[in-house]
Structure formats: structure tokens, C-alpha cells
């Protein structure tokens, strides 16, 4: 009984630590199934966490919070498009100069609005976004194992956590069966035949961003909002780019970016849980190797032992319409 | 608005061009001091007189660009090539371990006059073999070098927790930290140099690595433009389908060009370790990796432009330690956001202003010509 409690607590912490890499993947993948690569996720999740904290400090509704780190988000690929789409820059520089920008005007600001030497202030629960329990927790309480998994596991999770979930199906949708979706997907391998059927390629790739944007601000209310209780500096600490490679590692696909995320986040709710646990027969791992193993394992991917990624064909590359 | 870019005069392209560029970094820089209610120019009057109103102030700032050179010239070359090499954070980082080895095996044993070579030459070692695989990826398997220089900073920096925490770590302390190295892994500073200019140097880490850099840019430079290889990798970087169809070896130009990348950063370990605090110790790369992406765009990769701006870099590091005294609100992290703001603006928005800029120039050469118009254009015929 005791394992299984421990199992089940970690699988419940996995959800929890794969919900912001979840959002940032699908963030991720409407930018880069357009052809816009992005490197800025972590950037403007952590510009999005901010705003969130600090909206929701000074207003005191989680709602508010989200609705800012989603404008202060979009905001940031607005950046990010008006360089790469309309300018033809390098967008990788420019994913990287929204990571700078977010990274030092987050703390800036934080110190000089709240004087918590970067932090925003603590929220109280009312201004987050607390666990729901679902219908039904009470009834199923005594039934033996889908009990425990239906109350710990699937119920008492924030709304974010299964909007999240909800928007994998929701992406796969729009991806595979609207007709927005097959331009999206078209514009990315081909922007060259998207243009010659009288689509606009910068406004396309302009509402991939956007929808990139979205997400990307969800993820950062979620850190702030309803993982934690307010912004701490370099709050994201790499998640946007582990979200990078669970993008890689799902080869830019929903449904597999969803079980990528999942399982970078057992990686780590699982380092958090073996600290000072030695394993029956390996013994203690270390936990640097296990923050590591998500990038170790997407390297091994690129390295052609699972499977091959292939990246969208024109990712990265400016559309240039006399060409 | 989708036509090709027109091409400016040289001097406007090297010269206005991106000085516009940076100017428009720094005024937005400008209004984020005015949002959290300082004055820039107050601000900017601070920086400069504490990155060089005294002698240590001189010396801190040149110590910090000799960071930013090493890793701004380490961009710089891959960019040459094509390949924009994010890694040099962990490429410096992991290439301490050579200096390390050096330091803490031979320290105590050899003079710093033998020991410096030796750990120029397992720093550059260390640095290059940590860019090798990702080069690898990038030459065989077309795996993007960004994706995976950045995977392998994390990598870096787990390791070398890993080794600080455990193997490395000096007995007797909790600090996760190496032993101080002994008298010969320590490198003399440069308190003559700055004397011969009048400045008094008394406590800034200055030191010979700062001659190395400026070596090395100057070897770079050699590199790039006046030798067979440096052809090679230009051509790479310019058009690899031409380079292919001149027969050079794609996989192999990769490789060396991002080992000679990641070798530079390697040695940028050199100076805080050997040069300052004579061991290793956590995080002592602190973002300099990722400054040199700032410096390399900045000086648009030519070694002269690179030291430039690397001492620019070195002056806002230092003069922005300083600010932090008088202007409480004001922290290193200003610098995070500059950095943003130039690596936009001169990186990725380095084009906002040529056609603006394309159209004033040309309307002026109109004006010049105006008497004499068939003239003028007999003459550009």
C-alpha cells in the first residue's frame, strides 16, 4: 500500500510538473508547424508568469493575471514576428533576444514595482487558480484502485492543468481537420505553393505566432498562478526549452508532444521524489543526471538511435515572395 | 516592400548602419530606466565613470571584456560558417575542467609560465571536443546546432554541479568549489600595464589572459581572411551549395569550425579561474557565453568590431555594478535587458533601417546631382 501511494503521488506531481511544458510544446508547435522557429518559449513564459503575478497581486483574480501574461505574451511573438516575418531576421536571434529581454525586465520590473528583490508578492488562494474536485470524488472515495486514482490522479487538479489536456485533442483538430490547419501546416513546409494559392504567408504565419503567444502566456499564469503563488525569478529555469525538446522528441505532433511532456515530467517529478530514496538496485541516481536526461535523451534522438526528426521544411526560413 | 534589399555604401553598411542599430538598443534600454524611475542619463553618466574614472574601474572593465572577447569571437567564427553556436556558456563552462586539471594537478609543481600554455592548450581542448558532437549532428544528421549547442549547456552545467559538488570539491568546506590552485596556476595581472598609462590598478582581477584574447582575436582574424581554411569556411557560410560544388568537404568544415568555436570559449575559462579567483568555482561562466552572441553581432563578427564590443560589454558590467550603489532599482540585470536589446536590434532587426536609410542616402545623392542629371546617370553607368 505504500509503494502504491508513492507511485501515485508521483504520477500526481508528474501531471502537475508536465502541465507548463505541455502548454509551451503546443505553443511551440503551431509556431514551428508555420515555419517560424522559436526559441523565445522560455522568454515569454517567464515575461507571461510575471505578468500574471503581478495582475493578479494588484487585482486579486487569477482571471485578470492570465488575461495579462496572455497580452504581455502574444505581445512578445508579436516581437518576435514583426523581426522574422516582416523583417526577415534571423529568428533564432531573435528567440534569443526575447529570452534576454524577458529574463533581465522581469526582475528589473519586479524589484522596482514590489521591493521583494525580484519576486512579486505572495498571492492568496482567491487570487489563484485553485483545485477542482470533481464530480462524483466522494461516491467513488471507497471503491478500491479507481478510487485513489480517480480522487488523487485524474481529480483536484487546477482548471489550467485540464484546459492543457483539453488542447491537445483541440490542436490535433485544428491541425488535421480545419482548414486554417492544413494552410498552417502547408505554409511550413511550403509557404512558396501557399502563396500561389492566394493566401497571405506573413498573415498566416502572423496568427501562428499569435496562437503561439496564447499558450505560451497560459503556461506562465499557470507557474505563477496556480503551480506556485506568485512570480520568483527565472521562475521558468529551462522549461521552455525542455518543452523545445519534447517538441523535437513528438516530431512536431500533438498527441506525441503530450506523452513527451508527460514523460519529461515524470523525469523530473521523479528526480524530486528519489533525493535522499537510493532505488532498490541501482542506488541513489543522481539528480543532476536526471535534470540532464530530457536533453540527453532528445540528443539521442537526434542522433538517429529513435527513429529520425524532421524538422518542418521551410522552419526558419523568411518567405521572400519574388522567389 | 518585398524587394531585395539594394546594397548601401560600405561605410554606411559597417559604420551608420549599425551604429543606428545600437542606438536605438540603448534608448529603449533608456525607457526601462525611466519605467522603474531613474534617470538614464544619470545613469549612463554613473556607468561611465565607474566602468573608467578609475584606475580599478579600467581594470575590471577590460577583465570583464576578456571574457566577452574570447566568447564573442567563439560566435563570431561559427557565424562565419553559417552555424550560429549558442554553446559557448557550456563549452567555457565544461572547459574550466581543463584549466582545473592544469591547476590543481601541476599548480603547486611548475612556474605559471609553463602552466599557462599547457592550460590554454586542455582548456581549447576541453571547449572543442564539448562542441564536437553537436557539430557532428549538425554535419551528418542535419540536426539544427542551436537546438542542440543549448541542450548540451544544460548537460554542462548538471556535470559540472555533479563534479563540484562531489569530486572536485576542496575538503573542509561546503562551498561547492575547488581547492585554491597553487602559486604556478596563478596568472600574473597586468597592474604594469595600466601603470604605463598612468593608472593605478590595486584589486582588479586583470591579467595576462586579457594579452591572450587580443592574441587570439588577431590569430581569428588571420584565420578568417587569410587562410585556406578561413576561405573555406566563409564559402561554407556564404553559399554551402557553392562550397559543394568547389569540392569542400561539408562535414569536415562544420566539424573544425565548431571545435576552433568551442575551443575559444574554452579557453575563456582561463581568465576567472587561473586570472581571478585560482579555482573553480560554481557558475563562474555567469552568462558570458551568452554575451558573446551579443559582442559577435555587435562587432558583426570582424575581431576588431568583436573587441570593440566586448569592452563596451566590459564597461556596462562593470559600470553597472556601480549604478547598483546609487540607484537601488537598478541591478546587473539591466544588462540582461541591453543584451536583449542589441542582440534585436543588430541581430535580428538589423534590417529595420536599411530601407529607410537606403531612400535618405539615395534622395541626398539626387540632391548633389540635381544640376547635372544626365550627367549622373552616364556616370553610375
Known sequence: ???????????????????????????????????????????????????????????????????????????????HGFASITHRGNQIVSGVAINFIAAGTTVILGQAWFQQGGRTPSLPNDARFNPINLPGVETLSGVPI?????????????????????????????????????????????????????????????RAVICCGVLCGVAGAYLATAQGAGFVKDMTAGKGYIALAALIFAKWRPVQAMFACLLFGFLDAFAIRNQGHP???????????????????????????????????????AYVKER | MSQPFAKLPAWADYGLLPLINLIVAFFVAGLVVLLVGESPLDAAVLMVKGAFGSGDG????????????????????????????????????????????????????????INFPLAIIASAVVGGLWALIPAWLQAKRGSHVVITTIMFNFIAASIMVYLLVGYLKAGGTQAPETRV???????????????????????????????????????????????????????????????????????????????ISGALAGMMALNPIMGAQHRVQLDFVAGAGFVGIAVALMGRSHPAGIVLAAILFGMLYQGGAEIAFDMPNISRDMIVIIQGL????????????????????????????????????????
Open chain 1, 279 to 317: 532505488l532498490p538496485l541501482i542506488g541513489e541516481v543522481p539528480v543532476q543526471l536526471m535534470q540532464a536526461l530530457p536533453y540527453i535523451l532528445t540528443i539521442v534522438l537526434l542522433a538517429g538511435f529513435i527513429g529520425k526528426a524532421i524538422p518542418p521544411k521551410a522552419g526558419g526560413v
Open chain 1, 146 to 206: 479507481i478510487g485513489p486514482i480517480y480522487s488523487e490522479l485524474i481529480s483536484g487538479h487546477s482548471i489550467l492543468v485540464y484546459l492543457a489536456f483539453l488542447l491537445v485533442p483541440f490542436t490535433w483538430w485544428v491541425l488535421y481537420r480545419t482548414r486554417f490547419g492544413l494552410r498552417l501546416r502547408a505554409v511550413g513546409e511550403n509557404p512558396a505553393a501557399v502563396d500561389t494559392a492566394g493566401i497571405s504567408v506573413p498573415w498566416l504565419r502572423y
Open chain 2, 342 to 381: 542589441v542582440i534585436l536590434f543588430a541581430g535580428a532587426l538589423e534590417h529595420m533601417f536599411r530601407p529607410t536609410l537606403l531612400r535618405i542616402l539615395q534622395r541626398l545623392a539626387r540632391v548633389k546631382h540635381q544640376p547635372t542629371p544626365a550627367v549622373a546617370t552616364e556616370g553610375g553607368q
Open chain 2, 58 to 113: 579600467v581594470g575590471y572593465t577590460l577583465y570583464y571584456a576578456t571574457n566577452f572577447i574570447f566568447t564573442g569571437l567563439c560566435v563570431a567564427v561559427a557565424f562565419h560558417c553559417g552555424l550560429f553556436n549558442i554553446g559557448g556558456e557550456g563549452q567555457a563552462y565544461i572547459g574550466g575542467l581543463g584549466v582545473a586539471l592544469v591547476g590543481l594537478g601541476l599548480g603547486g609543481v611548475l612556474p605559471w609560465w
Open chain 2, 181 to 259: 590552485f597553487g602559486e604556478g596556476g596563478q596568472l600574473p595581472g597586468l597592474g604594469w600595464l595600466l601603470g604605463l598609462v598612468g593608472l593605478n590598478m590595486r584589486s582588479a582581477p586583470l591579467n595576462v589572459s586579457f594579452l591572450l584574447a587580443l592574441v587570439s582575436a588577431f590569430l581569428v582574424w588571420v584565420l578568417i581572411w587569410r587562410t585556406k581554411l578561413g576561405y573555406e569556411i566563409r564559402t561554407m557560410g556564404y553559399s554551402p551549395k557553392a562550397a559543394r560544388y568547389a569540392g569542400i568537404k561539408e562535414v569536415r568544415i562544420i566539424v573544425i569550425t565548431m571545435m
Open chain 1, 1 to 79: 500500500m505504500d509503494t502504491a501511494t508513492a507511485i501515485l503521488q508521483v504520477l500526481d506531481s508528474t501531471i502537475r510538473l508536465s502541465v507548463p511544458l505541455l502548454l509551451a510544446c503546443l505553443a511551440g508547435l503551431y509556431s514551428e508547424r508555420a515555419g517560424i522557429f522559436d526559441i523565445g518559449l522560455e522568454g515569454k513564459m517567464l515575461a507571461g508568469a510575471f505578468a500574471a503575478g503581478a495582475a493578479a497581486a494588484y487585482s486579486g483574480s487569477a482571471y485578470i493575471g492570465l488575461l495579462a501574461a496572455v497580452v504581455i505574451s502574444v505581445a512578445l511573438g508579436l516581437v
